[in-house]
């Protein structure tokens, strides 16, 4: 009987496409159900809405309806106690008539339009537009940190996925030896002792399996929360289709520096539209009366030109300038310094998978060479020509060399991963 290894599948790269899921379905799936990005889209739409906002808020008539009653009396006026009239006596106690008339009793339909203020208009509107590429930068970036956390989460559960199926096809092999060795202690070709360090072996392999299934649970149900699905009783999952994507035309990083660099000049626009001529029309209609005798001839209406011109505000606009250069000159610092940062990232990490690359075809080589020895080991074991030490030594050794194959794989896809992350 053949020596059937998990690893042989894993050498071949090959698998049967079935339901289990995949990488792409818990990408796919956690991009739907993360609330920081669903979050984002209603925030996004909220940006949307700011424009029209903007323009209703800046461009629109301003309609709006005002009521007052103002009354001013006055005391001992003309031995009257309490006397409300536009024509107090002198020794009267009261307001200055100047100031209140006696009296104010308002109804006006009021409306107001800003004149020529398109310039102040398209600044903050080129403000709201630089936001908004914010909020898609953001959730760009939180979709990316999103697929690096779950492609990690995944190539780790699988890594224990296929050492649980290896430990598996080993312990199974092992017992399958044990019987052999049970029937050579009987016709006294092995000792009893023999016999008990191999069933320990297997004790001692069915509680490593253990560890590795409680850990290969723990990977599983972090996959499944982080892609926001319910855990089921058990799953598998397929290997990881992990290919390096293509350089960007502009990174990411850099797309951010270049936003945050508009967003300064941006802001510092809106900031300087209150140093614009503003011209506005306004004017009312209705009831405007100082006291009530003929208040019913008090209906009328008025209209006029409002200009503000700014004149001095402490130089404020000069320090505002000053504050957004030195602004500029910090995001060139951080852009420099990671523009040299990602490239020196992006030749470590492909420095590395090639290295481990090169590692993987010798320990594959070496693989195949101990497969062939523990075959040899294998049939003279059933012969009783080899001592079980030997022979649980052969299959210690292959064992290690299978998991650090199995490492070795598990890092150049985490390496790529890696790659995908810095290069976007």
Do not use: C
Not at 99 to 127: C, E, H, M, P, R
Not at 349 to 366: A, G, K, M, V, W
């Amino acid at each position: 009987m053949k020596y059937r290894f998990f690893f042989l599948l894993f050498l071949s790269l090959q698998f049967v496409v079935s339901q289990e899921p995949t990488l792409d379905y818990f990408l796919e799936t956690a991009k739907q159900n993360a609330p920081a990005l669903s979050e984002n889209v209603n925030l996004q739409n909220i940006g949307n809405l700011q424009n029209d906002l903007i323009i209703a808020q800046n461009k629109a008539l301003q309609v709006n309806i005002t009521s007052e009653i103002l009354i001013a009396p006055y005391f001992d006026n003309r031995g009257r106690f309490i006397d409300i009239t536009t024509t107090p006596s002198p020794q009267a106690y009261g307001y200055d008539i100047g100031i209140t008339n006696g009296g104010l009793y308002s109804a006006q339909l009021n409306i107001t339009k800003n004149l020529f203020n398109q310039a102040a208009v398209d600044n903050l509107l080129l403000q709201n537009k630089i936001q908004n590429n914010s909020l898609v930068l953001i959730h760009n970036e939180i979709e990316h940190n999103l697929i690096k956390n779950i492609t990690d989460t995944y190539i780790i559960a699988y890594q224990l996925q296929l050492q649980s199926n290896f430990t598996s096809e080993i312990i199974k092999d092992i017992e399958n030896r044990l019987q052999v060795v049970e029937l050579l202690v009987k016709r006294a070709v092995l000792m009893e002792s023999d016999y008990l360090l191999l069933q320990l072996d297997v004790e001692s392999k069915k509680l490593e399996l253990e560890q590795i299934k409680n850990s290969l649970r723990t990977a599983i149900n972090q996959l499944y929360s982080l892609s926001g699905i319910p855990m089921p009783g058990t799953t598998t999952i397929t290997i990881p289709n992990l290919v390096i994507g293509n350089a960007p035309n502009t990174n990411f990083y850099i797309r951010k520096f270049e936003n945050d660099s508009i967003q300064i000049e941006a802001d510092r626009s809106v900031f300087e539209n209150k140093y614009k001529p503003q011209l506005s029309l306004y004017g009312n209609t209705g009831l405007n009366a100082v006291e009530i005798r003929n208040i019913d001839k008090r209906i009328g209406l008025s209209a006029g030109l409002r200009l503000t011109v700014p004149i001095y505000d402490g130089n404020q606009r000069s320090i505002i300038a000053q504050q957004s250069k030195f602004k500029q000159e910090n995001i060139e610092f951080y852009r420099k310094n990671n523009s040299i940062l990602l490239a020196n990232g992006l030749n470590s990490i492909e420095s590395q998978r090639r290295t481990l690359q090169d590692n993987l075809l010798l320990i594959e080589e070496q693989l195949r060479q101990q497969q062939k020895v523990l075959e040899i080991y294998k049939g003279k074991l059933v012969q009783g020509q080899v001592s079980i030490v030997d022979y649980l030594n052969v299959v210690l050794t292959y064992k290690q060399n299978v998991y650090t194959k199995l490492q070795m794989q598990t890092n150049i896809w985490l390496l790529q991963s890696q790659y995908n992350y810095l290069n976007w």
